[in-house]
């Protein structure tokens, strides 16, 4: 009698547990939509379709900041400096635009070798991490020095515009729809390709367990470097977007976005012990974080508590959201 009674009950949550294995990032997903119905809710005007793309433009250099972080996560990693990384670019591009003129070919000349210097960042955080074998902890937030020396040796102080061009291109429109939908589109196209490669399932494995990954023949060292590859040029392309809209260039622009984009890869599903993630959720991690800032202004909290009301929500919802994949997990 008590299997007939608990049947239904179990397929109903084996059937869950697997929606959840197949797409971890739901827990975030539904996060995500109560905080748009919170935010309309104390707001109505902040559904609209200016005040959403509005958000998006705003926390696009996030989402692209918690990408990153995500690769080097997959395999069971940690990356502190992406935050230098997007200001050492940022800083960088902003000084090329400025010292070559600032018209269409300087731009796209400076944002190449924004992507070039990405991945140097990328490269020195792999070699020292997976080839040198320091952790990753320690060791990033060693560079995460280093490139914050070097950003502000370029510009030691914040202000410098970007070209006009730039900036009015990125908060600007291409053919009637916002420019910063077609970034979102060839983001969404990028990550389904990438996800197809060999490299997202290798960085999972290697993850999942390093010696396994090891002994089935896996290059370890390299699968390894070539997450943090990925993570310099997914913290350039940050670059470019906080560059767009800032309109200028700030050497300590990206300090506060390293632990927002580790606590957005956590919300988004992913662990932080490797093996087990998705690069939607980390999309909608940082969602999130941008959804729980708006919402705390909405309903009227004083500035001091702000900072306050902002740590403890977005504590709430990672709880949640970390208690939710648990369940999911194998």
Request: with cysteine.
């Amino acid at each position: 009698m008590a299997e007939i009674a608990t049947g239904p009950t179990s397929r109903c949550v084996g059937g869950v547990r697997r929606l959840l294995e197949r797409y971890p990032f739901l827990p975030a997903l539904a996060i995500v939509a109560a905080l748009l119905l919170l935010n309309g809710f104390f707001s109505p005007a902040s559904l609209s379709y200016r005040a959403l793309t509005g958000l998006l433009s705003t926390y696009m250099a996030l989402i692209l900041l918690s990408i990153a972080q995500t690769y080097v996560v997959y395999a069971g990693d940690i990356d502190l400096s992406v935050g230098s990384i997007l200001s050492l670019v940022n800083v960088t591009i902003i000084v090329l635009m400025e010292r070559w003129g600032g018209g269409a070919g300087a731009v796209l000349l400076s944002l190449a070798l924004g992507l070039l210097l990405g991945l140097a960042c990328g490269l020195v955080n792999g070699l020292v991490v997976a080839a040198l074998r320091l952790q990753a902890i320690v060791a990033t937030f060693a560079t995460s020095i280093f490139f914050t020396g070097l950003a502000l040796y370029i510009l030691p102080v914040a202000g410098t515009p970007a070209p006009t061009l730039f900036w009015r291109t990125y908060g600007g429109r291409l053919f009637g729809l916002p420019f910063v939908f077609y970034i979102l589109a060839v983001l969404l196209l990028l990550l389904f390709m990438l996800a197809r490669t060999r490299l997202a399932a290798q960085l999972l494995a290697v993850g999942d367990d390093r010696q396994a990954a090891y002994q089935t023949g896996l290059p370890v060292v390299s699968v390894r470097i070539r997450g943090y590859l990925l993570c310099g040029l997914f913290a350039a392309l940050a670059a470019f977007c906080i560059t767009g809209d800032t309109a200028s260039g700030d050497p300590l622009v990206g300090g506060k976005m390293t632990l927002y984009s580790v606590a957005a890869v956590v919300l988004g599903g992913s662990a932080l012990a490797g093996g087990w993630g998705t690069v939607v959720g980390s999309l909608l991690g940082a969602l999130t974080i941008g959804l729980i800032n708006s919402l705390v202004f909405f309903i009227g909290t004083p500035s001091e508590w702000q900072n306050f009301m902002q740590g403890l929500a977005i504590l709430i919802v990672l709880m949640a959201g970390v208690l939710a994949g648990r369940r999911a997990r194998p």
